[in-house]
């Protein structure tokens, strides 16, 4: 509530991309000059898109969201040896619904319509259940560095989701949604150098 949606997604894509480039460096897995160009167009073309939306954050809100990139960064990591995509986010899904029923307990009585509580099960259960699966499914095909780069298309593939609600595309999101897939693509189509 006290960071602004362009910024936080600047930092948390930011964290998620830094900790994953780190990690792949820590492994020794090869960095060739076209896949970091990727990343750096990518990275570029993100920040082309959010910075006009962004402010300066405040210390406390920036550094949750900065622990939220590099929690992101974990889950990626701990998912490219995952056997079994779907059982393994059905098993991620269901321990992480423990600290939250313990904060909706604590927070006291709350309202909550049926719809509400219905499109909520159905986006989060549901739909960011099989998108969580998918990028497991996905991640033994991707190196660690790709998959930061890869990672940085998700604010693009938002974008254009938000079509189907009727939001308006400006042209300022095409071109810079271009760079970012551009960034992407060349990042996941160049060789790693050894």
Request: charged share 5%.
């Amino acid at each position: 509530m006290r960071l602004g949606a362009a910024t936080g997604a600047l930092i948390l894509f930011g964290c998620v991309q830094a900790a994953l480039l780190l990690a792949a460096r820590w492994h020794g897995e090869p960095a060739g000059g076209a896949r970091l160009a990727g990343a750096v167009i990518a990275l570029g073309g993100l920040g082309a898109l959010l910075l006009p939306g962004a402010s300066a954050p405040a210390l406390p809100p920036a550094l949750l969201m900065a622990g939220a990139g590099l929690a992101w960064a974990g889950y990626t990591l701990a998912g490219r040896g995952s056997a079994d995509a779907l059982a393994d986010s059905a098993r991620n899904f269901a321990l992480g619904s423990l600290p939250a029923l313990v904060c909706w307990l604590a927070a006291g009585p709350v309202e909550a319509a049926p719809a509400g509580v219905a499109c909520a099960l159905a986006s989060g259960a549901l739909a960011s259940g099989l998108g969580y699966a998918a990028w497991y499914a996905a991640l033994p095909a991707l190196g660690t560095a790709a998959a930061g780069t890869a990672q940085l298309s998700v604010p693009v593939i938002t974008a254009l989701g938000g079509l189907a609600l009727g939001e308006p595309l400006a042209p300022r999101t095409l071109a810079c949604g271009a760079v970012v897939l551009t960034g992407v693509a060349l990042a996941l189509r160049a060789p790693a150098r050894r």
